[in-house]
């Protein structure tokens, strides 16, 4: 602290005030303004000082930068004389004045990956500062000859915003994507942001990218194949990469054997890893695929999203030593399986999904794979069908008893106009015994409200349909139908033999008489 300042007589403390910030970035103009409020009006010169200087750095009450530079920040006092030297002030309180490169942040959400129809949003940040600025996205691509053009997206997408949505994604916004912010006047930008690369494929896409040998992680120094293979046609497919190093770029002899729709790195390095894919000369991908270059231990896991129900397997591998390492097993970065040489999940569901490794204790710890779980076809078709092999099931049981009903009751009618009540009457005292009993056992239940249509077609719904079809309505099924009176409705049938099937019908609906 300098002399001035360790004075203890009374006398006014000046204050500093930073507009438009303490914290402004590197171009920006930015004032400092040193005020000493004394009960006198007298008239006062103004001295400045920064840390680690050893003299005044000015005598004037406003210290403006413009543009302001990193060389400008650090912290900065002030302090003042009256003009006729009488009376010094205090020196103020040590103020920070923070200069920084503003930086772009892009980031995509809910993910880079997208199936065509599903929305993504392009989020667009400045380090350390969210106020004042107006936004721009740009589609980035690398000519031959290695250099960089950006073209914008549109121009809807400048605003106060930091946020960029496509609500539904096609094909062609597969892509890389930067971004940039301004604000002030002059206009200031910030650098262009960091990269990232958005791929859209079909539902279905045409083609798969195949990787020999077939897992997401791969050694150094070594060689792995890359093809696009159609069920149809395989040719006229490209194999394209994005890396951190490298960005976006085709298949090449920079990097890589091209072969017709195959590519072949020879000699793997770290610079290798990114995302791989097939893509056609229409814009048409393929589901993409994270590759890692690893020394040491890597994981070995399937390629492909696993389909639910299947068996996942992961074995822990090292580059120099066989056979497979007995390690620890994570996912999510918690421990689920210790000291194994593989870990096996069978009937694989939704839940399994996550970021899996595993650790050797001597040998080291895997990169984080991502294991995506899609669901099975077939359950989805069978759930699909599920409520209309219900809703025919229902539709068929109830008019095939409606057209046996009628049925029945044509027989009756029939019979009660060509027999008499006495032949009916001996007809039916043939019958067995334990037929009447039965006879009269679904005659009570109907009467006492405890047997209904409904239970029919429960009981017949919970069948197998095909041996429903197949064999059709059997007589003892439906035996009850064609039922025996009690002994105290007897008079009454054989003086109304034709009106008895009317009373069975309407009980048999569950009416009242």
């Known amino acids: 602290m300098l002399k001035y300042c360790r004075e203890n007589e009374e006398k006014p403390k000046p204050t500093v005030t930073i507009k438009p910030a303490q914290h402004v970035f590197r171009g920006e103009t930015v004032t400092l303004r040193c005020d000493i409020n004394a009960e006198r009006g007298t008239s006062w010169q103004y001295s400045w000082y920064k840390e680690d200087s050893t003299g005044v750095f000015s005598e004037l009450q406003e210290l403006t930068f413009s543009p302001v530079t990193e060389f400008d920040a650090g912290k900065y006092s002030c302090y003042g004389v009256e003009t006729d030297g009488s009376h010094r002030s205090h020196c103020s309180e040590e103020v920070t004045l923070t200069v920084s490169v503003p930086r772009a942040v892009l980031s995509v959400s809910p993910q880079t990956w997208l199936t065509e129809g599903d929305p993504v949003t392009l989020i667009c940040e400045v380090n350390g500062s969210s106020t004042g600025w107006t936004f721009s996205w740009f589609t980035e691509t690398v000519s031959s000859d290695y250099r960089y053009r950006y073209e914008l997206l ?164 090292h580059q120099y030593e066989s056979p497979n390492l007995r390690a620890d097993f994570y996912k999510d970065g918690s421990l689920i399986q210790s000291q194994t040489t593989e870990m096996i999940i069978s009937n694989v569901s939704k839940s399994n999904e996550g970021f899996y490794s595993c650790k050797h204790p001597e040998r080291g710890e895997t990169p984080k794979t991502w294991i995506s779980v899609t669901a099975s076809s077939r359950r989805s078709g069978s759930d699909d069908l599920n409520p209309v092999i219900a809703g025919v099931t229902a539709g068929l049981i109830f008019w095939i008893i409606v057209f046996l009903v009628l049925l029945w009751r044509y027989r009756s009618n029939k019979g009660g106009r060509s027999q008499s009540p006495s032949s009916v009457s001996q007809q039916q005292n043939s019958s067995q015994t334990s037929e009447q009993n039965q006879s009269e056992a679904g005659y009570k239940s109907l009467m006492s409200g405890t047997a209904h249509t409904y239970d029919s077609v429960d009981a017949t719904n919970n069948k197998d349909i095909s041996t429903d079809i197949v064999s059709g309505p059997t007589e003892v099924t439906y035996a009850e139908i064609e039922l025996k009176p009690t002994e105290k409705q007897k008079t009454k049938k054989e003086n109304k033999a034709a009106g008895s099937s009317d009373v069975t019908l309407r009980h048999y609906v569950g009416e009242k008489d």
Do not use: M
């Open 154 to 317: 549109s121009d809807s997408s400048r605003g106060a915003g930091g946020n960029y949505t496509v609500s539904s994604a096609a094909l062609k916004h597969t892509g890389v994507y930067v971004c940039r912010a301004e604000r002030g006047k002059p206009v200031y930008n910030t650098t262009i942001s960091n990269t990232q690369l958005i791929w859209v494929t079909g539902v279905s896409p045409p083609v798969s990218l195949i990787v020999s040998p077939s897992r997401t992680q791969h050694f150094t120094s070594v060689s792995f194949s890359l093809s696009c293979e159609d069920q149809s046609n395989s040719t006229g497919w490209t194999v394209r990469r994005y890396t951190d190093k490298w960005w976006l770029e085709d298949c090449s002899s920079v990097w890589g054997s091209p072969t017709g729709s195959a590519c072949t790195i020879r000699s793997t390095t770290p610079y290798d890893t990114g995302v791989y894919w097939c893509e056609s000369e229409s814009g048409d991908n393929s589901h993409p695929v994270n590759i890692t270059v690893h020394f040491g231990v890597i994981l070995e896991s399937p390629v492909h999203p696993v389909t639910e129900g299947e068996t996942l397997t992961l074995r822990c591998l």
